[in-house]
Nanobody
Framework: QQQLVESGGGLVQAGGSLKLSCAAS????????MGWFRQAPGKEREFVAS???????YYADSVKGRFTISRDNAKNAVYLQMNSLKPEDMAVYYC???????????????????WGQGTQVTVSS
C-alpha cells in the first residue's frame, strides 16, 4: 500500500520556523519526485516546492529563499524547512509523490499520484 504521512505542523509566530516531514512507504521512493503543496481556507491547493530523484529542486516564487525542500532516500523521507514564516503561509500542507521528473509538470497537482493527508501550519501575526 502506497502511503505518505506528513508531520511537523503546528502553531508558530510570524518570523518563526517549522520543519515538515513526510514519510513514504510502499513506493519506489528513490525513483520518485516529491512535492509539497498547500491549501489555505477558501483557496485552491497550490504548489510550494518539489525535488526530483536527482535532488533538483523547484520553488514557488512566494517561498523562494525562505523554504528548503530536501530528501533522505535512506529514510524514505522528504522534508520542508520553512523559515521566516508569514501569516500568508498558513495552510494545510500536503506531501505528494510523482513518477515524472519533468520540471514543467512538477508544479501541477496532476503530475502526482500519491498524496498524504496533510498537516496544518498556523502562523500568528
Amino acid at each position: 500500500q502506497q502511503q505518505l504521512v506528513e508531520s511537523g505542523g503546528g502553531l508558530v509566530q510570524a518570523g518563526g520556523s517549522l520543519k515538515l516531514s513526510c514519510a513514504a512507504s510502499g513506493l519506489p521512493f528513490s525513483d520518485c519526485s516529491m512535492g509539497w503543496f498547500r491549501q489555505a481556507p477558501g483557496k485552491e491547493r497550490e504548489f510550494v516546492a518539489s525535488i526530483d530523484w536527482s535532488g533538483t529542486t523547484y520553488y514557488a516564487d512566494s517561498v523562494k529563499g525562505r523554504f528548503t525542500i530536501s530528501r533522505d532516500n535512506a529514510k524514505n523521507a522528504v522534508y520542508l524547512q520553512m523559515n521566516s514564516l508569514k501569516p500568508e503561509d498558513m495552510a494545510v500542507y500536503y506531501c505528494a509523490a510523482a513518477a515524472t521528473s519533468a520540471p514543467w509538470r512538477l508544479t501541477g497537482m496532476e503530475a502526482y499520484d500519491v498524496w498524504g493527508q496533510g498537516t496544518q501550519v498556523t502562523v500568528s501575526s
